[in-house]
């Protein structure tokens, strides 16, 4: 049973073991005593504290996890031994030889390198990252900023906000890639205090040289001496097959890691950028009044301000693809700052609430078109049997595309100035009767949230007609008021005629037709522009081309048996005892004919379908 101690090592607290505690004390006493005359002694010994905690960090799963004498093994080996870097201040610059081999090779991670910064540190922090001089960082910003319509700054401020700035020396070394250890955080720190002049600097250096030589001279001799120590050096630091082997795999499933990480900051980042452009497009320019977004407030039955629909679906569909965008870039960088606890839930509500009143304002929305209504006028026109009936279209030159049938709406200014709906939805149906005098029925139909304010859509539909000798000029188009907003308002107009009466249709009404049956209809688009006789449930066209001939003459023989087809459709069919004919007449109207001949005498029937 061994007794555990609380650290605060460098403001994180610990819970190590008592044996594993003495050993890192006595580890830390002798960095101390290493840098005693050294300058810029506490700023080392406080960077080297602040690694020492950082990797306990890493190694620690949970708060009540005891530091053993395991990990402080392996900090130890890492950080390297103080007498390895025991030199004098004046040959710090020559390379100390360490007595340990680091467990993996230094990897770089990403920080804001305020140091050398305009802004925040992005740029050149991502250029150590890249191994990018930070001036073309700085110009792909600024391209990438022209080009999007300076929707990248969006992209700059979270790189700003989530990556971590390098304070303390390790964090400078990671950024650089550099192994953080004794060594090199003491360099890193001495090349800040260095301000001695030229002058003194020469001759430091001079010494510096000089004293380097003899080291290395001492060095060779004790490498040549040692040959025991030199081999198992080599030995330890050498690599086997199998280790290659895991390296390779390890290293492309890095770079699979990495693009999917791309690829996520790429969707992230697009989308993202999409919904601020669609924001500020449809959501702010709505209280702006520019023009182009009245389609949108009449499709809007429910009156649900525009802004705000623009808004909640930022959120909705936003916050995902940050967090895909935030997922892409903590792939790529290891130590991404994260975002926090109260962040995260922030979000989370925003993206609740978000989708909780689009499916509120959907379902309102839905219920404006709930029920759908129509009102009928039916006018008579002096149309009897034997009389002609003209028939065509009228446009109007305020509204466009309006000479073919369309179920869409635009809008436009009448000849008063004032804002309407117009849509060309108009059909037109003609059916036979036994009336005396022709009729057209105009029916208007409309949806709504409710039986009557479909009703009171449905009434305020504008149309008009002429008849007048003869002819009938009905308008290819509807208008309403906006406050109707668009409900699925439709024109049907159904032709009553009565049979005998011929109507003739101009080509401009073709596309108003439906096709033959439709609704009823005894006329279709096909044969709208001919003069049509009207019957009973059918039509005959009296101006219609013949149709072509064409020459079939097949004769065919088999025994007693033949088969004869020409032009007439003529099908005859004989055997020893029987003959027979069908043929199809020009009026529709087949005749056949049987003919037996047997032992009680010869039989004829003839029979007309």
């Known amino acids: 049973m061994n007794k555990t101690v609380n650290i605060n090592l460098a403001g994180i607290f610990f819970h190590i073991d008592e044996d594993a505690y003495l050993k890192l004390q006595r580890y830390l006493e002798a960095i101390k005593r290493s840098f005693t005359d050294s300058q810029g002694r506490s700023e080392i010994i406080a960077d080297i504290e602040a690694r020492i905690a950082e990797l306990f960090n890493e190694r620690v799963q949970h708060d009540k996890q005891v530091i053993r004498i395991k990990e402080v093994d392996e900090i130890i080996a890492i950080m390297g031994q103080p007498e390895d870097y025991l030199v004098d201040d004046e040959i710090f610059e020559d390379e100390p030889k360490t007595s340990y081999k680091s467990s993996s090779s230094p990897s770089k991670k990403l920080f804001r390198d305020t140091d050398n910064s305009y802004i925040s540190g992005v740029s050149s922090g991502l250029g150590h990252y890249l191994g990018i001089d930070a001036v073309w960082i700085r110009l792909l910003w600024i ?82 001496v040692n040959v025991k120590k030199q081999a198992n050096s080599i030995k330890s630091s050498s690599k086997t097959f199998f280790d290659t082997i895991g390296d390779i795999i390890l290293f492309f499933f890095n770079i699979f890691a990495k693009f999917v990480g791309i690829l996520l900051m790429f969707i992230g980042a697009v989308t993202l950028i999409a919904l601020i452009i669609s924001l500020f497009s449809v959501g702010v320019v709505n209280i702006l009044n520019i023009p182009g977004i009245e389609y949108a407030n009449i499709v809007n039955a429910a009156n649900t301000p525009i802004w705000l629909i623009s808004l909640l679906t930022f959120f909705a569909v936003g916050i995902p693809f940050f967090f895909v965008f935030y997922l892409g870039l903590k792939i790529l960088i290891n130590n991404l700052k994260s975002i926090g606890k109260i962040a995260k839930f922030t979000l989370l509500g925003a993206w609740l609430i978000s989708i909780i009143m689009l ?88 949806d709504g949230r409710s039986f009557e304010k479909a009703m009171e859509r449905a009434r305020n539909i504008n149309y008009n007609y002429v008849f007048d000798d003869k002819t009938l000029i009905l308008d290819s188009y509807f208008t309403t008021s906006p406050e109707n907003k668009y409900s699925d308002q439709e024109i049907h107009l159904t032709l009553y005629l009565p049979e005998g009466s011929i109507l003739k249709c101009h080509s401009n009404s073709n596309s108003f037709f439906y096709s033959r049956n439709y609704y009823g209809s005894i006329v279709s688009h096909n044969n709208a522009n001919h003069y049509l006789k009207i019957l009973d449930d059918k039509v005959e066209c009296l101006d219609c081309p013949e149709e ?37 007449s020009i009026k529709g109207i087949t005749e056949s004919v049987n003919v037996s001949l047997d032992s009680t005498g010869l039989s004829v029937k003839s029979t007309n379908n």
Request: proline share 1%.
């Open 548 to 584: 072509e001939k064409f020459k079939v003459d097949v004769d065919i023989k088999d025994g007693d048996s033949s088969v004869k087809i020409n032009k007439e459709g003529v099908e005859v069919k004989a055997d020893s005892s029987s003959l027979t004919i069908k043929r199809k």
């Open 143 to 224: 391209i990438l900023t022209i080009g999007s319509g300076g929707t990248f700054i969006f992209i700059y401020i979270l790189f700003w906000v989530l990556v971590p700035e390098a304070k303390t020396t390790a964090e400078k070394l990671m950024m650089t890639g550099e192994p953080v250890n004794i060594s090199n955080i003491e360099k890193k720190i001495k090349d800040g205090f260095d301000n001695v002049s030229d002058t003194v600097s020469d001759v430091a250096k001079n010494v510096s040289e000089t004293v380097s030589d003899v080291a290395k001279n001492v060095s060779d001799v004790a490498k040549n």
């Open 359 to 446: 499916t509120v304002f959907g379902v309102r929305e839905a219920s404006e078109h709930a029920f759908d209504e129509r009102v009928v006028e039916k006018i008579e026109l002096n149309i009897t049997t034997n009389d002609t009936l003209n028939l065509k279209m009228a446009n109007n030159d305020l509204y466009k595309n309006t000479r073919y049938r369309s179920n869409s709406f635009k809008v436009a200014h009448n000849e008063k100035g004032e804002k309407i709906i117009y849509s060309s939805d108009v059909a037109i149906i003609v059916k036979s009767t036994t009336d005396s005098l022709a009729t057209l029925s105009i029916e208007k139909s409309a």
